[in-house]
């Protein structure tokens, strides 16, 4: 397979994934998101990267927002929001930790390319379905030519992305200059 052959096989893969997401699951992460000033992110690997960069760009929008991972994280409390990103939806120590984080009064968001993994179906309270081939996915998703859970990572990342986009549209108190003026200003 040659180079353009890849690419242009990865193009309908993320097409596929972007046509087959239902946006009524889309908006509801959108409102809950909307509905939270304190918001707590976790993912691993490459999943993880891309959930960090949607951390960033949460904090730019002025959303109180912390990493699980990072040691200055505080405590979660009752009414806090928990978006854990976990491609199969059964990753064990992120399920442990989406458990203490549902004991401690948070409500946990689990977004997945395979709803019926464990903690999507038995932890979460609410899940955000991302239809792209998963590393160990079970479900019906969109296939990929990509090894283990690459199409799902990538679109996380670029739905991410898409969800800051409508939000700061969609609000008149935002827009990307005032995102600017939070960014970090010691580089």
Request: aromatic share 10%; with cysteine; net charge negative.
């Amino acid at each position: 397979m040659t180079y353009e052959e890849r690419y242009q096989a990865i193009l309908r893969e993320h097409e596929a994934v972007y046509r087959k997401l239902d946006t009524n699951g889309l908006r509801a992460f959108i409102e809950t998101i909307r509905q939270h000033e304190r918001i707590f992110l976790i993912g691993v690997g490459r999943e993880g990267l891309a959930t960090r960069a949607f951390a960033m760009r949460l904090m730019h929008m002025g959303k109180e927002v912390h990493y699980l991972w990072e040691d200055t994280a505080p405590g979660i409390r009752k009414g806090d929001l928990v978006i854990a990103t976990l491609g199969d939806g059964r990753i064990g120590h992120l399920d442990y930790i989406c458990r203490r984080a549902k004991e401690a009064g948070g409500l946990v968001y689990v977004v997945t390319g395979s709803p019926s993994g464990q903690t999507a179906k038995t932890v979460a309270d609410k899940v955000f379905f991302v239809p792209a081939s998963v590393y160990r996915g079970t479900d019906e998703v969109v296939p990929s030519i990509q090894p283990m859970g690459n199409l799902f990572e990538q679109c996380l990342f670029v739905i991410f992305d898409i969800i800051i986009m409508m939000m700061v549209e969609e609000d008149p108190n935002l827009s990307f200059e005032k995102m600017s003026g939070r960014h970090r200003n010691i580089e």
